[in-house]
């Protein structure tokens, strides 16, 4: 393979790992478990899809917030490495979080990192292994009069 050609494979590969980054969180968004599950290794990812479809359940546990309604990841900050047919990728994201506490709507904004690990499948680049920290969080008020939907 000519120079040129390693560096065209290789914009491919991060290409398609930052693509399948943005359809996690956009599935995440959507509330399709499925689709979220689908970036991450075929081992296990039935039970992982299932796990997912309670995220917000759990998540409420996690977090001051008694009941999500709506989530928005914004993600940022890709950065891939790919070494023949694994790779790892940093991102970041900011992600709003609406729901209620004690009957009144809030707004959670969290600052999060993936630190991800991927293999080349048959079906394209997928999640192997994941690191997700949370950097910051900070929550607020919506605007009275604004409706969310």
């Given at each position: 393979m000519t120079d040129s050609e390693t560096r065209l494979?290789?914009?491919?590969?991060?290409?398609?790992?930052?693509?399948?980054?943005?359809?996690?969180c956009n599935a995440n968004d959507a509330d399709d478990w499925e689709g979220m599950a689908s970036v991450f290794v075929a081992e296990g990812r039935e039970a992982r899809a299932e796990a997912f479809s309670h995220i917000r359940e759990r998540a409420t546990t996690l977090m001051p917030i008694e009941h999500?309604?709506?989530?928005?990841?914004?993600?940022?900050?890709?950065?891939?490495?790919?070494?023949?047919?694994?790779?790892?990728?940093?991102?970041?994201?900011?992600?709003?979080?609406?729901?209620?506490?004690?009957?009144?709507?809030?707004l959670l904004m969290r600052g999060i990192t993936y630190t991800d690990t991927w293999v080349r499948a048959t079906d394209g680049w997928k999640i192997a292994g994941r690191k997700h920290h949370l950097v910051w969080m900070l929550e607020s008020k919506p605007i009275e009069g604004a409706q969310v939907t």
């Open positions: 494979s290789n914009l491919l590969d991060r290409d398609e790992i930052a693509s399948a980054l943005v359809r996690y999500i309604d709506r989530e928005q990841h914004i993600l940022s900050n890709i950065e891939v490495s790919v070494d023949g047919d694994t790779a790892s990728s940093f991102s970041a994201a900011r992600v709003y979080i609406v729901g209620t506490r004690g009957g009144e709507p809030i």
